[in-house]
């Protein structure tokens, strides 16, 4: 029997995480040590480039800041370009924890799922969101759920892993700005299998969200837009 040895990476966005870097690259050290990472720096104005340089970490810095699906979909084309069969996102501030990477990826296999997300809903433990937001979240499994027929009880988590069909196809387009949504319904359409497990997830270690009121009004209004226009794509 051979077995086959599967490369797995961990696309770490970073814009202005100095505050939790380190502690989310030792976090994946520690507890899923068969990832590799890289960070996508996206032009951070604050110390993170330099605390990843002078730590020795594995780091791709951005040109420009690209925003979040840009600096995504870069560590997305990394995945691609270096042959890795499985990646996952994990945001920079601490939020996601890397005991669950294991189980996300022996999901994905076991499964023959094509995405597995890590959702904070199935079991409602750990850090939940602002109830605003919440709201906004069971929004979208209903919209999703609509055009799609597949319900996803964390559509917005950016905690998912993807196989190598996904990462060639996210590494080939991703929206701008609040992607989660519209490249979940997105692989719904294209008839992938996407999976959720439960995950508890933590407060930021530090730093600050970047939507505000104001681009929480303009997400509600741009991401079902968007969602609806790739579902009649």
């Given at each position: 029997m051979v077995c086959v040895i599967m490369k797995?990476?961990?696309?770490?966005?970073?814009y202005n995480e100095a505050?939790?870097?380190i502690y989310t690259v030792k976090d994946i050290?520690?507890?899923a040590p068969d990832f590799d990472y890289i960070i996508i720096n996206d032009r951070s104005k604050d110390n993170t480039y330099n605390l990843c340089i002078e730590a020795g970490l594995n780091i791709l810095n951005l040109p420009l800041n690209l925003g979040i699906g840009g600096a995504v979909q870069t560590?997305?084309?990394?995945a691609l370009e270096n042959g890795y069969d499985i990646a996952v996102q994990f945001d920079g501030d601490g939020q996601h924890d890397a005991k669950y990477l294991g189980i996300m990826a022996d999901t994905l296999i076991q499964k023959k799922a094509n995405m597995v997300i890590g959702s904070r809903f199935i079991e409602k433990e750990g850090y939940q969101s602002s109830g605003i937001r919440r709201i906004g979240i069971r929004f979208f499994t209903v919209l999703i759920y609509l055009l799609t027929g597949e319900k996803i009880t964390d559509p917005t988590s950016g905690f998912r892993m993807c196989?190598?069909?996904i990462i060639e196809m996210f590494a080939d387009g991703y929206p701008k700005d609040y992607p989660e949504p519209e490249t979940t319904t997105?692989?719904?359409?294209?008839?992938f299998?996407?999976?959720e497990i439960p995950v508890k997830m933590r407060a930021r270690e530090g730093g600050k969200s970047s939507i505000s009121l104001?681009?929480?009004i303009y997400y509600m209004i741009k991401v079902p837009l968007a969602i609806i226009i790739e579902r009649m794509r």
């Open positions: 797995k990476l961990a696309i770490i966005p970073a505050e939790s870097i050290q520690k507890n560590g997305y084309w990394y196989d190598r069909k997105k692989a719904l359409r294209n008839k299998k996407v999976d104001k681009k929480s």
